[in-house]
């Protein structure tokens, strides 16, 4: 009885072990064919992924071929007109070029040279103690068959010798008291140059104030206190400009003048005594 008892103690411990197996072997198999469904999955994702990719890239493609195409198309429709653009611009660049070598060049070479004739009474003049009118005038119409500089600037206005003229004739009218000709000349001449543009400027001030246009000669003052401002001829347009402004009793805009020679060029001539008017403009603000 007790051997029966063990053997079937063994036989259903070995059933048990045996249905264990069998769990454990039909659980491994759902793991492993579970994983091999998400590798799947994924594997499926990438593929779908790269396909969209290619699919992106050959859009791209496409579209870059028919942007070209179109181009191509659009040259081959414009190609005549094209073609005429383009030998016109390059006559007109070739053009320009030879005028300038066969036809500008030696007229500035001509110009200069006809200047040095009328130059030579205008630098006379300008050194000149007394008898200055007559230098003027000589340097202004020319002499003996030589031209002048109206002649010059008549001739040879577009030329750098002619526009330089231009700045002679207006001084030479503004010394010999023409104005409304020294206007005209100065306005007409034209400089970069920091010295000669604020003096052309300030002469055309003067030349305002001489026929009493204060309005007019405060404007050209500023300008030519304000044209490249350097410490020689700014402080000096900067003191005129506010003595016309005190002058058309506007005392506030005679201050701002006066005070920016005090802050702007304190070592300048005019710089130096500025406190001056700076107080009397001040004063007569408040009366």
């Given at each position: 009885?007790g ?28 793991i ?31 579209t ?53 004739y ?28 030589k ?13 750098n010798?002619?526009n330089?003229?231009?700045y ?27 010295i ?21 000669a ?70």
């Open positions: 009885m051997s029966l008892q063990k053997n079937k103690i063994y036989i259903n411990n070995k059933n048990i072990i045996t249905i264990k197996n069998y769990i454990f072997a039909h659980t491994n198999f759902d492993e064919m579970a994983t091999y469904k998400k590798k799947g999955a994924k594997a499926k994702k990438q593929g779908t992924s790269k396909i969209e990719e290619q699919s992106t890239t050959a859009e791209v493609f496409n870059l071929d028919e942007t070209a195409s179109k181009s191509e198309k659009w040259v081959e429709k414009n190609s005549k007109p094209l073609f005429i653009g383009l030998i016109a611009i390059a006559l007109v660049i070739i053009g320009y070029q030879l005028y300038n070598k066969f036809i500008q060049e030696p007229k500035e070479t001509e110009a200069a040279n006809e200047l040095a009328p130059k030579s009474f205008f630098d006379q003049a300008e050194s000149a103690q007394v008898a200055a009118d007559s230098l003027y005038n000589l340097a202004l119409n020319g002499a003996d068959g031209y002048g500089l109206l002649d010059i600037i008549d001739n040879y206005g577009s030329t010798a002619g330089l003229a231009k002679m004739a207006g001084i030479s009218y503004l010394k010999t008291n023409d104005y409304e000709n020294a206007i005209s000349q100065l306005s007409d001449f034209s400089s970069d140059d920091e000669f543009g604020a003096i052309a400027e300030g002469n055309i001030g003067d030349a305002f104030s001489q026929i009493n246009q204060p309005e007019d405060l404007d050209h003052y500023i300008k030519a206190a304000n044209f490249k401002s350097n410490e020689f001829s700014s402080p000096i347009y900067l003191l005129k400009a506010g003595n016309v402004a005190m002058d058309l009793k506007n005392y506030t805009k005679a201050g701002e003048l006066f005070t920016r020679i005090k802050e702007e060029y304190p070592n300048s001539d005019e710089g130096k005594k500025i406190d001056i008017y700076i107080n009397r403009a001040k004063l007569s603000a408040q009366n």
